[in-house]
């Protein structure tokens, strides 16, 4: 090869350069001479690079035609501007070395001297760099000898994995084979050191996406399963074997034909959604954002379903090759931990069927799980068994996957396998690592079809932070932090429940098929119960477990919803759900199942208020069972039980009968039913503080409440617009108001009660930020009456991509003499505002609303009054229904976003 030929760029179909652009480049490039020609030359190859991606034509293809493609403009700009250095070569280092170029790639160039460069030499540099710049030409350029890469290697195995996918363009072979020599295993980064270091590259990599491949948006490069996981065992391949692709591992006996072919295509697939991207958005972008999901999802043909989203199927696509790849990585750098770094040990025995060889749990022969199909169960008890054992050897997990079809029906219907699964669910460690072991091999979707079909199936909200499969994988992994006594500073009353059951299988099972029926049309929760029903008679639980865990499956959702969606302090709500539960073994397990579940949707929506509101409604309901059923709880016995708590309290300050008496009298019934005794005596303590008669407005802080919030109090004379004037100041600040309760004290004033979270879901610790909220809250209060008012923040880039239809409900709750208004709509800053200009317009008084935010959903419930503190007539009630939707459809927050309502 000539010293000015350069390597020959690896296009590996004749096809990468036979469009007439791009076959015609270099010799084009020849004859310019100005930046701009080359410029407009190259955009002209990317717009057919790009009508070729639209045409479907193979992405292999247009990866490499692309590296081809810049390799041309590179080679001719070396010739114009450092051709003269006969003895530098230009180098592609990186995914460029590797010839694959997505449109917006990083273009890695090394400059690889003998020497450092004279004054003439790093003028032709900084010439070379400017003029590719010039032509649209980002690269990422560094000017090193062969000692300095040796040098800068050595400290960095980032530096090395790039500078080993070294590919030479043009100048001296010499020099570069003189580098490969100097980064030779022998001499840096042995071959062992290298692939620890990798290895914990990986790790650290996968703990940054939440060690998941299944989050809402993920990355298709640097996300666990993606592209960077393919990498990393052909960086390793290279470096043990020298292998510069993929089927040099068949050779060397590492892959099978069929495990390359599986890796083959996930790389395809993956390479085509990286490729849409990049074309998509003009610009770099791995993250496979929702919007880009979506549009991605109609380019590659998908089409709504009857009960699936054409995105949904996408991303089930997707989802489905990362756990591939990562099945495939974990049993190519376990084979590589084999030869790499294991010395061989004796096989230790553990049974006839398995042993541990090296640390790693092996099947005595390949034909174990022919012989014996229990086996592919029994694996993962002995791992429990013996936490010692760091993984399976890489023949076992092969001859698993091939031995998959085995887990039929006769095998589901086998006792022993019943007995092998419950004893994975009744262990004291490992339940959770192992299932999901299991679910990564592909034997758990086996062993449950039904779980099976959820695998890598998402929900298209941002409710849902994970796949069905992961969700479900989360729910029971917080179940068994709740049983482990160092995580009980977390949730200690779950703890203290969870630890406190008679069986902890019970609610594992209930998470494993909580929501098993998502996806199928009709109630999941429903289909669900039967579907857990059957399949606990079929493992042997008696028929009372059964209908325990198919009954928290039915009612997976109940405490959740009811705690945030009606008022808990209303004892006709705490008897109703006492009824519902029966007795304190269903709610011991409900309320356990509940925490696990709303923590493993999502992380950023779990919060200590909802702790706290799930515990408190718990602890009620717990209360109303002890009393039984036939002597329930009223208003009157919880107003006493809160009165005489909240005295207790006050009394430990020094507060008195008389103080109590004189601050207590302005206040209904419905003021001791809606706040905690530790929220009473606050607020006593403060108005007991207040010169009698004083009229001045009172606001107050309470950073840490016994909800887990910040409260915030504001008690001054009834104004017009207060709920819309405090939730926009406070929404302005980009504050979570989670709960608000008005109460009108009968001598002209109001008592106003708001309980909000920085967006995070903490409280406000923080003392310039507490006095920022008291700022915005006086100045809310001391700005004229009509004075105009309005939250100006944006919505953010997700919620914005969702249209939720606004609904509205309005029911009369009679016995409290109120009607509740149910609101359901997209969320956005200034909801809140708006819904309380429309209720002063109507001229509705607000008494309480609770706030619930489901992903890009708003699902609030507001209770409601005449001036004359009566429930909405029905002429008034439809009126409000109707300003609202004018309101909240057409305002100038909803503007871009879909319209759609429907009234209930």
């Known amino acids: 090869m000539a010293a000015d030929e350069g390597e020959r760029s690896p296009t ?369 008890v002995i791992l429990q068994q013996n936490p010692d054992i760091h993984g399976v050897r890489a023949s076992t997990m092969r001859a698993v996957a091939k031995n998959l079809w085995l887990i039929d029906e006769e095998f589901r219907q086998n006792p022993r396998n019943h007995r092998l699964f419950m004893d994975i669910l009744r262990a004291p460690v490992g339940v959770t690592h192992e299932l999901r072991r299991m679910n990564t091999y592909g034997v758990l979707g086996r062993y449950i079809p039904a779980f099976g079909r959820v695998v890598g199936r998402m929900q298209y909200d941002l409710f849902h932070a994970y796949t069905v499969d992961a969700h479900t994988l989360f729910v029971v992994s917080n179940l068994r932090r709740f049983m482990i006594p160092r995580y009980d500073h977390e949730l200690p009353d779950a703890s203290r429940v969870m630890q406190q059951l008679p069986k902890s299988e019970i609610v594992y099972l209930a998470a494993l098929f909580h929501d098993i029926a998502k996806g199928r049309g009709g109630d999941h929760s429903t289909l669900g119960a039967v579907d857990a029903e059957s399949f606990c008679l079929e493992q042997g639980l008696s028929p009372y477990d059964a209908r325990l865990v198919a009954w928290l499956v039915r009612n997976h959702l109940e405490l959740s919803i009811t705690s945030q969606k009606q008022d808990i302090g209303d004892p006709q709500v705490i008897n109703a759900f006492a009824r519902k539960v029966g007795d304190e073994t269903h709610l011991d397990y409900l309320y356990v199942l509940t925490c696990a579940d709303v923590r493993g949707t999502n992380p950023k929506l779990w919060n200590s208020w909802k702790a706290s509101l799930f515990r408190e409604f718990y602890e009620r309901v717990k209360r109303a069972l002890r009393r039984g059923l036939e002597s329930p709880i009223d208003a009157e016995h919880l107003v006493r039980e809160t009165q005489e708590a909240a005295r207790r309290l006050l009394a430990e300050h020094g507060i008195g009968e008389e103080v109590l008496v004189r601050s207590w009298s302005r206040f209904t019934q419905g003021y001791f039913l809606q706040h905690s005794p530790e929220e009473i005596a606050w607020h006593t303590r403060l108005l007991a503080e207040r010169e009698p008669g004083a009229d001045e407005p009172l606001v107050a802080l309470e950073p840490r409440s016994v909800r887990g919030t910040t409260a915030a109090l504001i008690y001054a004379p009834q104004r017009r617009q207060g709920f819309a004037r405090t939730t926009a100041a406070l929404d302005q600040l980009g504050l979570n108001i989670v709960d608000a309760r008005i109460t009108p004290t009968g001598d002209g004033f109001t008592l106003d009660l708001y309980h909000v979270l920085e967006d995070d879901g903490a409280p406000i610790t923080d003392p310039d930020r507490q006095e920022e909220i008291q700022r915005a809250l006086w100045r809310s209060l001391q700005g004229p009456a009509d004075a105009p008012f309005a939250v100006s923040r944006r919505a953010p880039r997700q919620a914005r991509m969702f249209n939720t239809p606004t609904q509205i409900a309005l029911a009369v709750d009679e016995r409290n003499r109120r009607s509740v208004l149910e609101l359901t709509a997209s969320d956005r800053p200034g909801l809140l505002c708006e819904v309380g200009k429309v209720m002063m317009a109507a001229r509705v008084e607000l008494h309480a609303a609770k706030i619930m935010t489901v992903g890009e959903r708003a699902e609030d419930v507001f209770y409601v009054t005449d001036f004359d503190n009566r429930p909405l007539a029905a002429e008034a009630a439809d009126a409000l229904k109707e300003q609202l939707l004018r309101a909240l459809d057409q305002g100038p927050q909803a503007q871009g976003q879909p319209s759609g309502r429907r009234l209930a």
Not at 36 to 44: A, E, H, V
Not at 84 to 98: K, P
Not at 194 to 222: C, M, S
Not at 341 to 362: D, H, I, M, W
Request: glycine residues 6%; hydrophobic residues 45%; contains cysteine.
């Open 12 to 380: 590996r179909s004749p096809a990468a350069l036979n469009w007439p652009l791009l076959s015609r480049l270099p010799a084009q490039l020849e004859g310019l001479t100005e930046p701009s020609g080359w410029r407009d030359l190259l955009n002209q190859a990317h717009e057919e690079l790009k009508a070729r991606f639209f045409a479907e034509e193979p992405v292999e293809e247009l990866v490499h035609a692309r590296a081809a493609l810049i390799d041309a403009v590179l080679r001719a700009a070396w010739q114009r501007h450092c051709a003269s250095h006969a003895d530098w070569a230009l180098v592609a280092v990186g995914g460029y070395g590797r010839g694959e170029l997505h449109p917006a790639s990083d273009i890695d160039i090394l400059l690889l001297v003998p020497r450092a460069p004279d004054l003439a030499g790093s003028a032709a540099v900084e010439r070379l760099v400017t003029f590719l710049w010039d032509i649209g030409l980002e690269v990422g350029h560094s000017v090193r000898t062969v000692a300095e890469c040796a040098e800068e290697s050595v400290g960095n195995v980032s530096v090395m994995t790039t500078l080993v996918e070294s590919r030479l363009l043009a100048g001296s072979a010499a020099l570069v084979e003189a580098m490969r020599q100097g980064l030779a295993p022998e001499r840096i980064w042995p071959v062992k050191q290298f692939f620890e270091a990798k290895v914990h590259e990986q790790t650290e990599r996968h703990l940054k996406a939440n060690d998941t491949a299944y989050n809402l948006e993920p990355n298709v490069k640097t996300g666990p399963g993606g592209l960077r996981d393919i990498q990393t065992i052909a960086w390793v391949a290279k470096r043990h074997f020298g292998a510069d692709t993929l089927d040099g591992l068949v050779t060397h006996g590492f892959l099978t034909e069929a495990e390359l072919r599986r890796l083959k295509l996930a790389q395809t697939f993956l390479w085509r959604v990286r490729f849409g991207l990049h074309t998509l958005n003009g610009r770099r972008e791995d993250r496979l954002l929702f919007d880009h999901q979506m549009r991605l999802a109609k380019m590659f043909g998908y089409e709504d379903g009857s009960y699936t989203l054409a995105v949904e199927q996408f991303m089930q696509r997707y989802y489905r090759t990362v756990m591939d790849v990562s099945l495939l990585n974990e049993l190519l750098l376990e084979l590589f931990r084999e030869a790499i770094l294991t010395e061989s040990e004796p096989p230790r025995p553990l049974n006839a069927r398995f042993q541990v060889r090296n640390g790693s749990l092996e099947a005595v022969s390949e034909e174990v799980f022919a012989r014996n199909p229990s086996a592919l169960l029994e694996m993962f």
